[in-house]
């Protein structure tokens, strides 16, 4: 028989081990009109792992520590979701997060005698012309492949105006280089995605295999009118998906 000693000390390292093992989170991600949406990155702070949505739009999160935490859920295209949830030791933590798609800007209208044509769209007299008048730093997709980056913002640290400040939860910045140093400021680049201006979550979210061109502009001098000219006073960074 074993002791009432024993038994308790083997009770209080089992609760130990659970509650180093912590709990789950587990939940859907759906859209607006309750669709299920794949492919949205759900963390927990003080959580190092991450999850992906499934196609059937459900995550799950396993060995996240008790008590009051922060559900952030991350999507290319959808406005971030941050949500205050109650994790309980033994109890699978259930959450539905619904993600409201970005509102998009129509790219401006250029009107001559000659032609009508969108400014900011990829291709054509647009990113080739650009990127022979100079003024920026350009990957075209043939780069990309040769240069052979990890993850997208990779590509910015090549850049010679631009610098990447990385924050928690996997999250980063673009920021502008100032000075005859190169000093890196906390100044922020405005992001375009498609020539759409996007949140810098966005560039967490982006896979390399996604990108068709990147290019990139230090400061107001240099930034196209397609990208806020001499009022992006941080300079500018456009992102070109493959389509």
């Known amino acids: 028989m074993w002791s009432s000693a024993l038994i308790v000390?083997?009770?209080?390292?089992?609760?130990?081990?659970?509650?180093?093992?912590g709990a789950r989170v587990t939940g859907v991600v759906l859209d607006s009109t309750?669709?299920?949406?794949?492919?949205?990155?759900?963390?927990?702070?003080?959580?190092?792992?991450?999850?992906?949505?499934?196609?059937?739009?459900?995550?799950?999160l396993a060995g996240v520590a008790v008590g009051a935490?922060?559900?952030?859920?991350?999507?290319?295209?959808?406005?971030?979701?941050?949500?205050a949830i109650v994790v309980v030791?033994?109890?699978?933590?259930?959450?539905?997060i619904v993600l409201d798609a970005l509102a998009q800007r129509l790219p401006a209208v250029e009107v001559s005698a000659a032609s009508v044509r969108l400014v900011g769209v990829m291709g054509g007299s647009d990113f080739a012309g650009r990127q022979r008048?100079?003024?920026?730093?350009?990957?075209?997709?043939?780069?990309?492949?040769?240069?052979?980056?990890r993850r997208v913002h990779d590509l910015f640290r090549m850049t010679s105006g631009l610098a990447v400040h990385s924050l928690p939860d996997n999250q980063v910045k673009l920021v502008t280089k100032r000075g005859m140093m190169?000093?890196?400021s906390k100044c922020e680049v405005a992001l375009f995605l498609d020539g759409v201006r996007v949140p810098h979550d966005v560039l967490a979210e982006l896979q390399v295999d996604h990108v068709e061109a990147i290019e990139a502009y230090g400061g107001p001098a240099s930034t196209p009118v397609a990208f806020g000219g001499t009022g992006s006073v941080c300079g500018a960074a456009a992102i070109w998906s493959r389509r």
Do not use: K, N, W
């Open 69 to 83: 935490r922060r559900l952030r859920v991350r999507r290319v295209g959808a406005a971030p979701v941050e949500r």
């Open 182 to 184: 190169g000093v890196v």
């Open 89 to 96: 030791e033994g109890r699978a933590a259930e959450v539905e």
């Open 9 to 21: 000390a083997l009770l209080a390292i089992g609760a130990a081990s659970m509650e180093a093992q």
């Open 34 to 60: 309750r669709a299920p949406i794949s492919g949205a990155t759900v963390s927990v702070d003080g959580h190092r792992d991450e999850a992906r949505s499934d196609s059937t739009g459900r995550f799950a």
């Open 133 to 149: 008048m100079g003024g920026g730093t350009f990957f075209s997709r043939a780069r990309i492949d040769s240069l052979r980056p």
